[in-house]
Structure formats: structure tokens, C-alpha cells
């Protein structure tokens, strides 16, 4: 046997290490690429709405939801006050609440609709 086949080298091959540090950066960076480009073009979250919307001019209304508050509560007045709607014909507005009730008293005594109790 000859000496240089009986042992191993005690050099290094310099060019297959360099090989595979090239090999794993370029593998690196692919694998950076492709995640930037998943989060970036396919995975990104949608933008955020604007706290307050504002329409484009012409603005009719100067305060709309100030607006919308009042109106609110004028139904809501309207829907659990009383008022007349005819007081000649004795026709008036009642909470809703309350001609539920009084539809069942009459239905309890036999009485049609419309009736007074």
C-alpha cells in the first residue's frame, strides 16, 4: 500500500465548502424573496377605512349626524308619546305598548276593534 492511499488527507477542500456556503446564501435568499413577496403581494392586510368619511362636495347636509340624532328622536318621541291625529273624530296616537294592552282587554271582554274599553 502507499502512504497517500492508506489515510485520509488532512486538507481541506476549500473549493466544495465554498460551493455549499454559495449554494446555501443563494437558497437563503430565494426563500427571503419568496416570503417578502408572499406578505407583500398576496398576503397583505387590507388598508384601514378612514375613521370619518367625508363624501365629496356638494355637501347637503352642514352636521349629518346631528342630523340624524334629532331625527331619531322625534320618532322616538312619536312612537311612545301621546297626541291627537283628529280630535274631532277622536282619533289619537298611543305608545304602542299601550294599544297592545288595550287590544287584549278587548279581546278578553269580546269586544270588536275600535271600540272604546
Known amino acids: ?15 466544495r465548502l465554498l460551493r455549499l456556503a454559495a449554494v446555501s446564501a443563494g437558497v437563503l435568499v430565494l426563500v427571503l424573496l419568496v416570503m417578502w413577496w408572499l406578505w407583500w403581494g398576496l398576503l397583505r392586510p387590507p388598508p384601514r377605512p378612514a375613521t ?18 334629532r331625527v331619531r328622536a322625534a320618532q322616538a318621541q312619536r312612537l311612545q308619546g301621546y297626541a291627537w291625529v283628529d280630535r274631532k273624530a277622536g282619533i289619537a ?8 294592552a288595550l287590544m287584549v282587554e278587548h279581546a278578553k271582554r269580546g269586544k270588536p276593534h275600535g271600540t272604546a274599553p
Open 1 to 15: 500500500m502507499k502512504p497517500a492511499q492508506a489515510h485520509e488527507s488532512a486538507e481541506l477542500e476549500t473549493g
Open 93 to 100: 296616537r298611543i305608545p304602542v305598548e299601550r294599544a297592545a
Open 52 to 69: 370619518q368619511h367625508i363624501p365629496p362636495p356638494p355637501r347637503l347636509q352642514a352636521h349629518p349626524r346631528a342630523d340624524l340624532q
